[in-house]
């Protein structure tokens, strides 16, 4: 072969060398891109039975609407709990617009809780508070309030405006709210439910990624 043909096959060849090495060193490259997004975070459900209902608030303010799992399928997560142990007869979970849940403790004036949201104040700042095992008034669960306990009803509602004080009359007769005294929103949109659920973030592999290394590797 003349020195000319030698010299250019020789050049040609580390041209060819030099575009695979390229090729090699670009699909490196791409497997190095792809795999800084192999994995993705996102949340996951983890959920506790209840072998009671709870109340939960249903309106649009108290709910999350959380892209889970790997599909990132949107699920509702109800996180206001407005009475964490209830036990009204009949109520069907999951149901909102169920006149019966109007009795639920999260709508009772004789609570701590609505007292204290009605007046503004804790119950202990009340006048002339004091633990009472008589009285109608704190009707808490122990672990939610002081239990039952009284105060100076009367110099209590010098503080309000005429009309809160004639307000508050008709809570006492009445007993309950038509309004949640934890959430404020309608007993028409809250709702029993027997299971409390955690969001917590978990790392997961993602497919399509993981496809698009694999075709990479596969055409070098």
């Not at 009772?108 to 804790?122: H, I, M, Q, V, Y």
């Not at 239990?147 to 008709?170: H, I, N, Q, V």
Request: glycine share 4%; with cysteine; proline share 4%.
């Amino acid at each position: 072969m003349p020195m000319a043909g030698t010299l250019n096959l020789i050049s040609n060849n580390k041209k060819a060398v030099e575009s695979v090495k390229n090729e090699i060193d670009s699909a490196e490259g791409e497997i190095y891109e792809f795999g800084k997004s192999l994995t993705f975070k996102a949340f996951v459900f983890e959920t506790q039975n209840l072998d009671h209902p709870i109340t939960v608030c249903a309106h649009t303010d108290c709910k999350k609407f959380v892209p889970v799992g790997k599909t990132q399928v949107t699920n509702t997560v109800y996180d206001v709990i407005c009475h964490d142990h209830c036990n009204l007869k009949g109520v069907p979970t999951e149901t909102i617009n169920d006149e019966r849940l109007v009795t639920c403790r999260a709508f009772d004036f004789n609570t701590t809780k609505a007292r204290e949201s009605f007046f503004g104040l804790p119950v202990k700042d009340f006048q002339g508070f004091r633990l009472s095992s008589g009285s109608v008034d704190g009707t808490d669960i122990p672990h939610n309030g002081p239990g039952r306990w009284t105060c100076d009803w009367e110099e209590l509602k010098k503080s309000l405006t005429p009309a809160d004080r004639k307000l508050f009359e008709e809570l006492r007769e009445q007993k309950f709210s038509n309004l949640c005294w934890n959430c404020k929103h309608s007993f028409k949109q809250h709702m029993y439910i027997t299971y409390t659920t955690n969001v917590v973030q978990k790392e997961f592999l993602s497919e399509d990624v993981q496809a698009n290394i694999n075709n990479i590797k596969d055409e070098k």
